[in-house]
């Protein structure tokens, strides 16, 4: 039987990040689905239902057209499954609909340094095998508003272990939640090529891109 595939998705048009050719590997190696990658927005204008996922990994600005909007918009609300990665929040501010389906839109974040995640919830693939304070290096991302609520936290960030956070005692740095009939999971980790090295990290992915194709729990 044919393996399920994943749709990645990596155009850019404002900020790219170095660590997409690293990430777009590392999904390729260890995701356990077959890969199609692309940064051709025609891609998502054509039928999606043959993938068991989207993924928008380190996406950033506008990057779809309105048919893609439309055809996006369809896939989720009949069950298609969407993980987006890094700066997929920082994506598609002129579309509204987009912001609903991630919860949250990036609003900055400090430098680049390590920080801890706390584990808020380990009954999920993409947290069970981290611990509760998780140590790690990234940006650190702050949000234009706090997303629990409409949300499963999975992952705060610890302010009290960084310089620069904004957002509080609570920030929610990985979480996911359904749409229609599909299900969205969010992680704001990822920013570095080393990321992508990081067996842990890698764990993360697997287990959040599974849950958002139906392949784990």
């Known amino acids: ?117 706390v584990i808020e919830d380990h009954d999920h693939p993409a947290t069970r095998h981290l611990p509760t304070v998780w140590d790690f290096t990234d940006e650190w991302y702050d949000f234009r508003t706090n997303p629990r609520g409409r949300v499963r936290v999975l992952a705060t960030a610890d302010e009290s272990s960084y310089e620069g956070g904004g957002m509080g005692a609570d920030h929610p740095l990985v979480w996911c939640r359904e749409e229609g009939a599909g299900r969205v999971f969010y992680t704001a980790l990822g920013h570095a090529s080393g990321a992508y090295r990081d067996p842990d990290f890698l764990s993360h992915l697997r287990g959040g891109i599974a849950w958002a194709a139906r392949a784990g729990s």
């Open 1 to 117: 039987m044919a393996a399920a595939r994943l749709l990645v998705y990596t155009r850019t048009t404002a900020y790219r990040h170095d660590s997409i050719p690293d990430a777009v590997a590392a999904v390729r190696a260890s995701a356990g689905f077959a890969v199609d990658h692309t940064e051709d927005p025609a891609a998502l204008e054509s039928p999606l239902d043959g993938y068991a996922a989207v993924v928008f990994l380190s996406t950033s600005g506008e990057v779809l057209t309105p048919a893609g909007r439309e055809r996006l918009a369809g896939y989720v609300a009949s069950g298609g499954g969407f993980a987006g990665i890094h700066s997929a929040a920082c994506t598609e501010y002129d579309w509204p609909y987009y912001g609903d389906l991630l919860a949250a839109r990036f609003d900055r974040h400090p430098a680049y340094q390590p920080g801890k995640a």
